[in-house]
């Protein structure tokens, strides 16, 4: 049975995306694949001179996770932002810290499982903590 998962990009205000996994959406799978590509960027506000893994806000971090995560045809699709209960057993939730760095929670139905950064994601599966 495939495990299902959804990406939840949170603007400021708002979410923007949705993004549907419909397998391999486990911690170990998914949530580092996610933490790896996560992992050292930082949200800015405008591109002078920056350098590095940066998203040009939360909108710029959405789309680059998308093209990251989209390879073929199937398995990861975009829903609307809100979209919930159409199966999921995870959700990862991103977003800006106050810090400009990232921000990820990891829920398996209604339990937190993990809230940090994708560094502490990385560090924690490493040496099994995170459930699967």
């Known amino acids: 049975m495939s495990t299902r998962a959804l990406c939840v990009i ?3 205000d708002e979410e923007i995306a949705v993004i549907y996994r419909h397998y391999d959406g486990n911690p170990a799978w998914f949530g580092k694949e996610l933490a790896k590509f996560l992992d050292g960027f930082q949200v800015v506000n405008g591109l002078a001179n920056q350098t590095g893994k940066i998203a040009n806000g939360m909108e710029c971090l959405a789309a680059q996770i ?3 995560l ?3 045809a199937g398995n990861v699709y975009l ?3 809100g979209t919930r209960n159409i199966g999921e057993e995870y959700t990862y ?3 800006q810290a106050k810090d400009y760095s990232i921000l990820l929670t990891v829920s ?3 339990d937190r499982i993990f809230e940090g950064s994708p560094e ?3 560090m924690l599966e490493a ?3 995170i459930k699967e």
Do not use: H, P, R
Request: aromatic share 12%; hydrophobic share 40%; charged share 20%.
């Open 66 to 68: 998308v093209a990251a």
């Open 70 to 72: 989209k390879t073929s």
């Open 127 to 129: 040496i099994n903590q």
């Open 10 to 12: 949170k603007g400021a």
């Open 120 to 122: 502490e994601f990385l």
């Open 93 to 95: 939730i991103v977003e």
């Open 79 to 81: 829903y609307s932002a």
């Open 108 to 110: 398996s139905y209604d």
